[in-house]
């Protein structure tokens, strides 16, 4: 069974950093998609970053450039590396999974959530 677990959420004022990480356990190869979602209070829920199993990355028009994801096989780990953080970052971000090696419109596996608050 693949489990998801994210961490690293918190607290910062704008124009400040955090970093998530999601530990994915159950996988017994590399051959999968990871990718963040979030979702703020009231909307829908909105991908944020992905990364492929060949390591190819795609992020949201609304956080490129502010942004870094990346990934670590040998730990089974994604991370987020946000920088110059906005209010409207404000969200509970998602590590989401989906075996095969191209991330697609489908995700299988989901985390539990971390919960960013960016305050102004």
């Known amino acids: 069974q693949v489990q998801l677990a994210e961490s690293g959420g918190g607290s910062v004022q704008a124009g400040g950093s955090l970093r998530l990480s999601c530990v994915a356990s159950?996988?017994?190869?590399?051959?999968?998609?990871l990718a963040w979602f979030r979702q703020a209070p009231g909307k829908g829920r909105e991908g944020v970053a992905s990364?492929?199993?060949?390591?190819?990355?795609s992020y949201a028009d609304s956080v490129k450039g502010r942004f870094t994801v990346s990934r670590d096989n040998a730990k089974n780990t994604l991370y987020l590396q946000m920088d110059s953080l906005k209010p409207e970052d404000t969200a509970v971000y998602y590590c989401a999974s989906e075996p095969g090696s191209w991330c697609g419109a489908h995700f299988t596996y989901w985390g539990q959530g971390t919960q960013v608050t960016v305050s102004s």
């Open positions: 159950g996988y017994t190869s590399s051959d999968y998609c």
């Open positions: 990364f492929d199993s060949d390591g190819t990355t």
